[in-house]
C-alpha cells in the first residue's frame, strides 16, 4: 500500500472521479466540476497516470486503478465526515462546512479523522 502524500490539488482530482463513479469518467466533466479548463485536467491526468492512480485511454475516458481507489475514497469519506462533524457537532452553516471540510480533508492524517470521527459518534450519541 501507498502511503505517500499527494498535492490537495491532486487528491482533488481523484475525488471528484470517484465522486463520478471512479469509471469511465470525461475529461470535460472533471474540468466542469472542478472549474478549471481542459489543458489543466490534461496535465493532472498525466501525472495521475505516471502515479500509476489513472488510467487513460487514448482520447478516452479516465478510471481510477486499485490505488487510485483506495486514495480517492479515503478522501471522500474524510471529506464528508468533517463536513458533518462541522455541521452537526459544531453547528457550522454547511455552507461555509463544505468548503472548510475541503481544505482539512487534505491536511488531516486519516489517524487523526478516525479519532475525530469516534469523537463524533460519542458526543452524538450522548444527546
Avoid: Q
Avoid at 35 to 61: C, F, M, P
Avoid at 89 to 101: G, H, N, Q, S
Amino acid at each position: 500500500m501507498n502511503n505517500k502524500r499527494y498535492s490537495e490539488s491532486l487528491e482533488n482530482y481523484l475525488e471528484t472521479i470517484c465522486l463520478f463513479g471512479g469509471e469511465n469518467v470525461k475529461s470535460v466533466d472533471i474540468a466542469r466540476h472542478l472549474k478549471v479548463s481542459r489543458a489543466s485536467v490534461n496535465k493532472a491526468i498525466n501525472t495521475l497516470i505516471d502515479e500509476g492512480l489513472v488510467n487513460k485511454e487514448l482520447y478516452g475516458d479516465v478510471s481510477l486503478t486499485e490505488e487510485g481507489k483506495r486514495i480517492s475514497t479515503n478522501v471522500l469519506w474524510k471529506h464528508n465526515m468533517l463536513r458533518e462533524f462541522l455541521i452537526d457537532v459544531l453547528k457550522v452553516d454547511p455552507t461555509i462546512a463544505t468548503k472548510e471540510a475541503c481544505g482539512i480533508e487534505h491536511m488531516i492524517s486519516t489517524e487523526t479523522a478516525k479519532k475525530l470521527e469516534d469523537l463524533m459518534k460519542k458526543i452524538k450519541a450522548e444527546n
